[in-house]
């Protein structure tokens, strides 16, 4: 399958090539922004265990606070420079794949200097697997993202629908 188009893209452990996480994650630090971040970076090490097993403290208190912290300094990057309000009274539908584009960018290169730093990946390997990392977030992202848009848009027209019958 890799040969037609993705053979830039190399599996790892640890890395998806859709990896919802990243998709719930991006909606929860949307919609709760501060607290929502608290709250991945509180359940983030059961992500970190269930990853790379029995690790040091050190390193999964950074990644979580990574998850949540860092995601959330993307995310409040990536509203103010698409104009989208604290509210998501701005937010469209175009932005959703630049905010999932935003995100897997970043979050891989972040993730990526922990696993270096812990020496848990040698750089080597988090540049080899950077690209199926991006591919893997932002498919999650999107998909998570484009599921919520169609959900809230399929309740709008049914309530809309709902009220002009009265």
């Not at 998806?16 to 509180?42: D, K, N, S």
């Not at 690209?131 to 848009?149: E, H, I, Q, Y």
């Amino acid at each position: 399958m890799y040969s037609f188009g993705f053979s830039f893209v190399r599996e790892a452990p640890g890395v998806h090539l859709l990896y919802v996480p990243a998709g719930v994650r991006l909606l929860l630090l949307l919609l709760f922004g501060v607290w929502g971040a608290i709250g991945i970076a509180i359940a983030h090490p059961i992500v970190v265990w269930t990853q790379f097993g029995s690790s040091s403290l050190a390193f999964t208190i950074a990644h979580s606070v990574i998850s949540g912290f860092g995601g959330l300094l993307v995310v409040n990057a990536s509203r103010r420079l698409l104009g989208v309000s604290s509210d998501l009274s701005g937010l469209r539908g175009i932005h959703v794949p630049l905010l999932s584009l935003l995100m897997a960018i970043v979050m891989p290169i972040l993730f990526g200097a922990d696993l270096i730093a812990f020496d848990i990946r040698t750089p080597t390997d988090v540049v080899s697997t950077y690209w199926a990392t991006l591919l893997g977030d932002f498919l999650g992202c999107f998909s998570v993202m484009a599921f919520v848009l169609l959900l809230v848009r399929a309740f709008r027209t049914r309530l809309s629908k709902t009220n002009s019958r009265r």
